[in-house]
């Protein structure tokens, strides 16, 4: 039922869905009241593959907190990076951590370099030895983290199992704040789940590429399914932020 709770989230599923309940309704000969479903249901999508009103919707969740320079973060006992991106980049030479802007292990990185936290914890699941943790911790090898200081969490498989787990990994090994990266966009939802698992948290988000593409009029008014995609992340993270509020505590 959760599961597809979430799915529905995304604009088109949600229009699919009102439209074949429109579709029984005209059945039913109750035919104004299935015009009137089926107008809302497209109309939905349709505002939601606006390009300015995706943009909107990922800012609200995108400005709740503020991107700041490594430095200027308080100390904790640990970095946590929650698993998320591409790691083709460790294979290559030339390499440049000022260069990975939108990475979050690029800013764990910068965070241990600036003396933050002692430890830095890898957080995502996988099969065998292909965790997420794992292809992070080859990255950050190449990004200046030493093995020693890494902890590694790999049973999660949600965000939900990522706090989970990594508190349980935190609290065996004395930790008790952190500092959380993740994308902006996803930090809300994020950091609630961390403070429901028992953890004191400081938010250390990681920015997302820009929203809209270009200048022109068309760019950010013409719906596109690009930015119905990216409209359906945001309510996703909506939809999962009121479930880590209501839920409460899990520690």
């Given at each position: 039922?959760?599961?597809?709770?979430?799915?529905?989230?995304?604009?088109?599923?949600?229009?699919?869905?009102?439209?074949?309940?429109?579709?029984?309704?005209?059945?039913?000969?109750?035919?104004?009241?299935?015009?009137?479903?089926?107008?809302?249901?497209?109309?939905?999508?349709?505002?939601?593959?606006?390009?300015?009103?995706?943009?909107?919707?990922?800012?609200?969740?995108?400005?709740?907190?503020?991107?700041?320079?490594?430095?200027?973060?308080?100390?904790?006992?640990?970095?946590?990076?929650?698993?998320?991106?591409?790691?083709?980049?460790?294979?290559?030479?030339?390499?440049?951590?000022?260069?990975?802007?939108?990475?979050r292990l690029a800013e764990g990185a910068r965070l241990y370099l600036a003396g933050?936290?002692?430890?830095?914890?890898?957080?995502?699941g996988g099969e065998g030895e292909r965790t997420e943790a794992r292809n992070m911790?080859?990255?950050?090898?190449?990004?200046?983290?030493?093995?020693?200081?890494?902890?590694?969490?790999?049973?999660?498989?949600?965000?939900?199992g990522n706090a989970r787990y990594t508190a349980q990994l935190a609290r065996r090994?004395?930790?008790?704040?952190?500092?959380?990266?993740?994308?902006?966009?996803?930090?809300?939802?994020?950091?609630?789940?961390?403070?429901?698992?028992?953890?004191?948290?400081?938010?250390?988000?990681?920015?997302?590429?820009?929203?809209?593409?270009?200048?022109?009029?068309?760019?950010?008014?013409?719906?596109?399914?690009?930015?119905?995609?990216?409209?359906?992340?945001?309510?996703?993270?909506?939809?999962?932020?009121?479930?880590?509020?209501?839920?409460?505590?899990?520690?």
């Open positions: 039922m959760r599961e597809l709770l979430v799915a529905l989230t995304f604009p088109l599923a949600l229009t699919l869905a009102v439209l074949c309940v429109a579709g029984v309704v005209y059945l039913l000969r109750f035919r104004r009241a299935a015009v009137a479903l089926s107008v809302v249901a497209i109309g939905w999508t349709l505002f939601w593959s606006v390009p300015r009103n995706a943009e909107w919707l990922r800012d609200s969740l995108e400005d709740r907190h503020a991107i700041a320079s490594p430095a200027s973060y308080p100390r904790a006992d640990a970095i946590v990076v929650l698993g998320g991106g591409w790691y083709g980049w460790v294979s290559r030479p030339d390499v440049q951590l000022d260069d990975m802007k939108y990475s933050r936290a002692p430890r830095v914890i890898l957080s995502g911790a080859r990255g950050a090898d190449r990004l200046g983290i030493p093995a020693q200081a890494l902890l590694l969490e790999e049973h999660s498989t949600d965000t939900e090994n004395g930790v008790q704040s952190v500092l959380l990266v993740t994308s902006a966009l996803h930090m809300p939802r994020a950091s609630q789940l961390f403070r429901n698992a028992g953890l004191a948290v400081v938010e250390a988000p990681v920015p997302e590429p820009p929203s809209v593409r270009g200048d022109r009029w068309s760019d950010r008014w013409l719906p596109s399914p690009r930015a119905l995609w990216r409209s359906g992340r945001a309510l996703k993270e909506y939809a999962g932020l009121l479930a880590a509020c209501v839920g409460g505590k899990t520690a």
